[in-house]
C-alpha cells in the first residue's frame, strides 16, 4: 500500500472516530447533602438515570445534543425533587421565580428568561427565546407575555407549591433556622452533551436561593456564568452560590482555560471549582469536550450527577 494512501486512512479513521463521541452528563444540584434518606437517596438515583438515559437515547438515535439537553432538564423541572420548575423554592414574598438558560456551541444560540412564576418548564420558554425572538434574555411579565404568545406550556402558581420548601421560607424568615444556598439540600439543574455531529449544548434551570429578594436573578439564566456552549471545546453547567459564579464568570472561564491555557477539561474545571472554594464560595459543575470527555468537580459535600456516553456507562452519583 502506498505510504501515503496508509497515513491518509489513519487520519481518516481517527477523525471519523472522534465524530463518532457523544454523551450526556446532568446535575441536580450541589450542598450538604448530609441527612438524606435511603429512599431519598433511591428517588434521585432513580430519577437521574432515568433522565440521562432519556437524554442519552436522543443522542445514540443520531438526534441533536440541544434537543437532549432540553429533555433531560425539562424532565428534572417536573420533578418536585429538584430546585427548578415544580420543586423551586420560595422567595421572601413566598413565591417561586425561576430562572433558565440554554445554549448551542456551533453558532452560539442562546436563550434565557429569569424571574417567570407560572411556566410550567422554563428550560422550554428559554429555547423559544433563542429561536424565536431576537433576543437571549427576557425577564418576569414580558416573557411570561411571550410565552403566552408562542403557546408555551402554562400553570397556576399552585402546581408549584411545595409544604415543606414554603415552611423552610418561613422558618428562614423568622430566623429559627439558617439557610444558605450550601446547607439547601436541594439544587439548580442542568445538563450538558455532545451529540454525533461534535455539537456541543449546556441548559441549566433554577429556583435560586431559599428566602432570596423578590427579583434577585443568580447564575443560572446568565450565559457565561451558568450555562455555556462551544463547539470544538467545551459545554459547561454550573450550580452553586450564583453571585460569585456571576463575577468570575465560571462557566465560560472553563472553555476559556482550555482553548487558552490548553488545559483538559479535567484540570480547567477542577481548578477553578477549588478557586472558588478559596473565596468561600460553594458549588459544582458539570462538562463535556469535544471528545466526549466529562467533569463533574464540586467543593460541597456532595453533587448530585449522573452521565452516560459512548465511552463510560450509565452511572449516578450524590457524593
Known amino acids: 500500500m502506498n505510504i501515503r494512501i496508509f497515513f491518509a486512512l489513519i487520519i481518516m479513521s481517527s477523525a471519523l472516530n472522534s465524530e463518532e463521541n457523544f454523551g450526556i452528563v446532568v446535575h441536580g444540584g450541589a450542598g450538604v447533602m448530609s441527612g438524606l434518606s435511603e429512599e431519598s437517596q433511591q428517588e434521585i438515583h432513580k430519577k437521574i438515570q432515568e433522565t440521562v438515559s432519556q437524554a442519552y437515547s436522543i443522542l445514540e438515535e443520531g438526534g441533536s445534543s440541544i434537543d437532549a439537553v432540553e429533555l433531560a432538564v425539562s424532565i428534572l423541572e417536573d420533578s418536585p425533587l429538584f430546585n427548578a420548575g415544580r420543586g423551586s423554592v420560595y422567595t421572601s414574598d413566598e413565591i417561586q421565580e425561576m430562572d433558565a438558560s440554554i445554549m448551542e456551541g456551533d453558532n452560539r444560540l442562546a436563550g434565557a428568561v429569569a424571574s417567570v412564576t ?30 403566552r404568545e408562542i403557546g408555551v406550556e402554562i400553570v397556576d402558581r399552585e402546581y408549584f407549591y411545595h409544604k415543606e420548601r414554603l415552611e423552610r421560607v418561613l422558618n428562614s424568615k423568622n430566623k429559627i433556622s439558617k439557610l444558605n ?9 442542568g445538563a450538558v452533551a455532545l ?8 441548559a441549566t434551570s433554577t429556583g435560586g436561593m431559599t428566602n432570596k429578594m423578590p427579583g434577585r436573578v443568580g447564575d443560572s439564566p446568565i450565559i457565561g456564568s451558568g450555562t455555556w456552549a462551544q463547539n470544538g471545546v467545551c459545554g459547561v453547567s454550573s450550580t ?5 459564579f456571576i463575577k468570575y464568570q465560571v462557566a465560560r472561564e472553563v472553555c476559556a482555560r482550555i482553548e487558552y491555557l490548553n488545559q483538559t477539561l479535567e484540570n480547567s474545571a477542577a481548578s477553578i471549582i477549588n478557586e472558588l472554594k478559596e473565596l468561600d464560595a460553594s458549588g459544582g459543575l458539570i462538562a463535556i469536550d ?6 463533574s468537580p464540586f467543593n460541597t459535600k456532595g453533587m448530585i450527577r449522573g452521565s452516560q456516553t459512548n465511552k463510560t456507562n450509565l452511572k449516578s452519583d450524590i457524593y
Do not use: C, Q, W
Open 195 to 202: 451529540d454525533r455531529n461534535g455539537n456541543i449544548a449546556a
Open 240 to 244: 452553586g452560590h450564583g453571585e460569585y
Open 181 to 189: 444556598n450550601e446547607s439547601d439540600k436541594i439544587g439548580t439543574v
Open 118 to 147: 407560572t411556566i410550567k418548564n422554563p428550560i422550554k420558554l428559554a429555547r423559544k427565546v433563542a429561536e424565536e425572538t431576537k433576543h437571549i434574555l427576557l425577564v418576569g411579565d414580558g416573557a411570561e407575555r411571550f410565552a
Open 290 to 295: 469535544h471528545e466526549g470527555n466529562i467533569a
